[in-house]
């Protein structure tokens, strides 16, 4: 729904033309000037001004916002922003990184003047639910929100970039709408009957067992799976830091060797996932390749002990010499049986090690706010990574945790609350790498101080990303036909379109049982051009 100033190639992650049609870097690498495509607009038909990016930063920054997440962003972030007339805009940033002109415009969106004309003290009631104007293909039609069930997408008519090079043959159906169906089996009755064109299935117990359909067998349907070579998700156990128990590095550590997300895998997964070892995988030579914690009661009960909680009580929880059980909250997101089961499971597998976990299942949003906010103790959660790049900074660093009077910072990205001198020292080194040997350093020994600090316990991470469609939705033969691994989900690409003659041809055949060839398509990395590498020069 946004165009960057510039984007990235899916096959070579080279910069291609966004926003800005053409840019230059300066001499010293630390400065890079944008030129804005002079038919660049808004969904409405506003043309996009440098100006706009420069609202977009008062907005974010005012107080009225209540976000220092992006006044901290920005500050560290520039240097330097400059303004030449109309079109050309520069960002400086403190030292050469590479790939420049993506990432030092990664953040930095334009904000449409018209749109915010009620910008004031209330600018988070009055803005909340209000659809902005957009410079992608495709905008939120306000009439076709309903709140907890979908969200419906229109394609911006006389779309500005809908014959630049890097971005025509995307965007292709009129009318896009995200559903939201909360019982799994109402979610398959509908995409059986039609409803749905498409799912992006999660869950292997649904993959493999609820879509043994006859109209998958008939041909109707069709199933791709694409082997998940992207940064993925760090599902796991994040551990708050500020709490009183888990500042212990010794009784995080034990909690690491209690939590028996193997079984969690084997059983509840059958196999279909695989255990993370990094904080940050996917992104080739930068990850670190680490091995898991493995579930052990000796090695648990040997770092509870260090710790102080060397006593068994009677309901078998250790206990400290003041008689404190061994015992903390796991908060999650009860958004399925799933995820209930998975917390159940690493519950009663703790047990065995000494500690008491007790569930704390709360909605997604309640969750999401108890996390940032640093409420919690311990926390299963996951949220996207950046691509190229990491950038670990931004969930880690100290002046992100705590205040001057080392009080914990509430709504930053670093819900650990994790302050280390060390790792500090390797996100500084991150944000100042000026080329891919630099970065790759930096990044490699931000992931080995995590893994030490334990602030983080690995769960899982998806093998393959399963899509399921009826046959009239159609993708390009070609190495992008999905955007994988570039997008996490393959559907946020756009680059499919609705055959209405195939879907004529299949509804035909559907109702005279005419069937067709059962299609699973099974797309590996190695049929795919390898990941590109970067050059300490590019």
Known sequence: MWIPLVGLHPETSRPIPGLADRWAVSADGRTVFYHLDPEA????????????????????????????????????????????????????????????????????????????HDFNALFLERYQWKAAPNTGGYVVVP???????????????????????YYRYSCNADQVEHVFVNLENKAIEMFRRGDLDMMN???????????????????????????AGYACPPYGLYLNCSDRMLRNTDIRKGLAHAVNMGMVIDSLFRGNMRRLGSYMEGYGDLTLPLKAPEYSKKKAMEYFARAG???????????????????????????????????????????????????????????????????????????????????????????????????PVGNTNNIFAVADAELDAALDAEREASDYPALKEAL??????????CVWIPGWREPYTHIACWRWIRWPESP??????????????????????????????????????????????????????FSSGE
């Not at 869950?203 to 694409?226: A, F, N, T």
């Not at 709360?362 to 950038?391: H, I, M, N």
């Open 309 to 407: 909680f060397r006593e068994m009580g009677e309901d078998g929880i250790l206990k400290n010499e003041r008689g404190e059980r061994l015992c903390m909250e796991l908060t999650f997101a009860d958004s399925s049986h799933m995820m209930t089961n998975v917390c159940s499971i690493i519950r009663q597998e703790a047990m065995k090690c000494g500690v008491d976990i007790k569930l704390d299942p709360l909605t997604y949003g309640v969750c999401s706010r108890k996390v940032f906010e640093k409420r919690y103790q311990a926390a299963l959660w996951a949220w996207p990574l950046d691509t190229p790049f990491p950038r670990l900074y931004e969930t880690f660093a100290s002046e992100l945790a705590y205040d001057g009077r080392g009080n």
């Open 480 to 533: 992008t036909r999905f955007c994988s691994p570039r997008l996490y989900n393959p559907l946020e690409s756009h680059l499919y379109w609705v055959d209405g003659k195939m879907k004529k041809e299949t509804q035909e055949a559907r109702r005279r049982g005419i069937p067709f060839e059962e299609r699973h398509e099974v797309i590996r990395l190695k049929d795919q051009d390898d990941p590109p590498q």
């Open 444 to 453: 490699l020994r931000a992931q080995k101080r995590i893994h030490e600090l």
């Open 143 to 165: 009439g076709k929100i309903r709140q907890g069930e979908r969200i419906t997408l229109a394609r911006v008519k006389d779309w500005w970039a809908k014959d630049r090079k």
């Open 41 to 116: 607009a808004y969904s409405d038909g506003r043309p996009v001004r440098v100006e706009d990016f420069l609202l977009n930063i008062c907005l974010r920054t005012s107080d009225a916002a209540r976000d220092p997440f992006w006044t901290a962003l920005f500050r560290s972030t520039f240097d330097r922003i400059t303004v030449y007339g109309d079109s050309v805009i520069a960002l400086t940033v403190p030292s050469p990184r590479p790939l420049l002109p993506y990432m030092a415009c990664v953040d930095f969106h334009p904000a449409h003047p018209g749109f915010y």
């Open 201 to 227: 299935i999660r869950k292997p117990e649904i993959w493999e067992g609820k879509l043994e359909l006859p109209e998958v067998h008939r041909g109707y349907i069709d199933k791709y799976s694409l082997e």
